[in-house]
């Protein structure tokens, strides 16, 4: 169930607001994967509330927004008993800032993220929500071709050590990724993509780590 509102101010300025309630019943994997499922998980319950204001000028955009999340019964795995349990109240909230451009063959947008995720029964920050995150995203698109570059940055957030399953750092983490493609045929489009063009060693979850530079192309 989710609920919304806009108003209009003119100059280019919005301003939005959304109340959000939800339910998210366990998997099959939380309650009976081997070792680790607990049939007696609840399900999760959630509310959530998000304010925002946007603006424009010219070609340029301009969003700003804060959140809050409640959950209750938030299904996380316990490094004590090495099962799933219920964590009876977790919180999430933060601030998201957005800046693009548009003019041309030519467009950009850059995201960033605030988030606080906390555990209020232990408070201890939730696991792998990083503090800090940007986004950045830009294309190109001169005649027949279009081109697009993708860069993600998450800062450090709190994991488990897959050695001890003690609670450690996750180190921040920088991806770029390119890609290009032909849109000059009637019937097919060549394209060559590149995946974390700078090699960066990275884990989005400590003990898997994510995959070196790759190629693609078809």
């Not at 999760?44 to 925002?52: L, T, V």
Request: aromatic residues 12%; positive net charge.
């Amino acid at each position: 169930l989710r609920a919304g509102l806009v108003q209009s101010f003119g100059a280019g300025w919005r301003a939005r607001a959304s109340y959000g309630e939800a339910f998210r019943a366990p998997t099959l994997g939380e309650l009976f994967f081997p070792f680790s499922g607990n049939p007696n998980l609840r399900p999760e319950e959630g509310r959530s509330a998000e304010i925002g204001l946007e603006k424009s000028v010219g070609n340029w955009r301009f969003d700003l927004a804060a959140f809050e999340n409640r959950q209750r019964d938030l299904i996380d795995f316990d490094l004590v008993t090495f099962t799933n349990i219920n964590i009876s109240r977790a919180r999430s909230r933060g601030a998201e800032l957005g800046v693009s451009y548009r003019r041309g063959i030519g467009s950009v947008r850059l995201d960033g993220a605030y988030l606080e995720a906390e555990n209020l029964d232990t408070g201890l920050r939730l696991l792998r929500r990083p503090e800090q995150s940007v986004n950045l995203f830009a294309t190109l698109a001169p005649r027949e071709w279009s081109f697009a570059l993708t860069g993600r940055y998450v800062g450090e957030r709190p994991d488990v050590d897959p050695i001890t399953f003690a609670r450690s750092e996750n180190p921040s983490s920088l991806r770029v990724d390119l890609a290009a493609r032909y849109n000059g045929f009637s019937r097919i489009q060549p394209f060559a993509r590149v995946e974390n063009v700078a090699d960066r060693r990275y884990a989005e979850a400590l003990g898997f780590p994510a995959s070196e530079r790759t190629f693609f192309g078809g």
